[in-house]
């Protein structure tokens, strides 16, 4: 079976630039989870859905983050606009349900310069 | 709240060493997970352990094993006979919601 696909792989950006990283779960599994992976703050939730309903997204940073799950086997996190700060690596991951195990796609690295 | 500490930073060890990874978590949850990831230089996430926190049975896996003991809230991780190849940052993770709380992870390097 396919894992967590996640695309772009890299993303290098200009500041005040829109980004939009995707993921495809693993088929079957209803909880996605989006995290992000900073060496200051380590890997940190951003928000998860459950059965494409978001319901938890107090990691989210502020405004300039949305994300949606039109469907079961895709999601979107937006960055509107981008800034040097938001440079980190962005993980998808996705388990059968928010209590089973999490697996993480490979992740987008962001560069906003 | 909830917190996971990883107190090692840095371990560095030689091939073939054991080494033992520990994890400390808090939780006011009686009901929760806990996991280990580890995350080779190539920068995935590899999942290698779920245990719930009723089940204080400690798990072995080839040369990998884990102790889980809810009295001292910790989960540690040994490598036996450690290769260059496990030369990675390993995550203990908790989660009670569904959430997963990381620790700031430890750094193993093997040297041959």
């Known amino acids: 079976d396919a894992g967590v696909i996640q695309s772009p792989r890299h993303e290098v950006t200009e500041m005040g630039q829109e980004v939009t990283l995707r993921c495809k779960p693993i088929?079957?599994?209803?909880?996605l989870f989006w995290y992000r992976q900073t060496m200051m703050r380590g890997l940190e939730l951003l928000i998860y859905?459950?059965?494409?309903?978001?319901?938890?997204d107090s990691g989210m940073p502020e405004d300039r983050f949305s994300a949606k799950m039109p469907n079961a086997s895709f999601s979107t996190l937006k960055i509107q606009p981008s800034e040097p700060r938001d440079s980190a690596v962005y993980f998808c991951?996705?388990?059968?349900?928010?209590?089973?195990?999490?697996?993480f796609g490979p992740g987008t690295r962001l560069l906003v310069l | 709240a909830q917190k996971v500490t990883q107190a090692q930073t840095e371990i560095s060890v030689v091939e073939k060493e054991d080494v033992t990874l520990d994890c400390v978590y808090e939780?006011?949850?009686?009901?929760?997970?806990l996991f280990w990831y580890k995350q080779p230089p190539s920068g995935e996430l590899v999942f290698l352990i779920r245990?719930?926190?009723?089940?204080?049975q400690n798990e072995i896996s080839g040369r990998y094993s884990w102790n889980f003991q809810k009295s001292t809230s910790s989960f540690n991780f040994t490598i036996t006979a450690s290769q260059v190849v496990d030369s990675a940052v390993y995550f203990c993770?908790?989660?009670?919601?569904?959430?997963?709380?990381f620790g700031q992870g430890t750094t193993l390097q093997v040297k041959p």
């Open positions: 859905f459950n059965n494409n309903v978001p319901i938890d």
């Open positions: 245990r719930n926190s009723f089940d204080e």
């Open positions: 991951a996705s388990g059968r349900n928010r209590w089973e195990t999490q697996y």
């Open positions: 993770a908790l989660t009670p919601t569904g959430k997963l709380i």
């Open positions: 088929s079957g599994h209803n909880s």
């Open positions: 939780t006011r949850d009686t009901t929760y997970y």
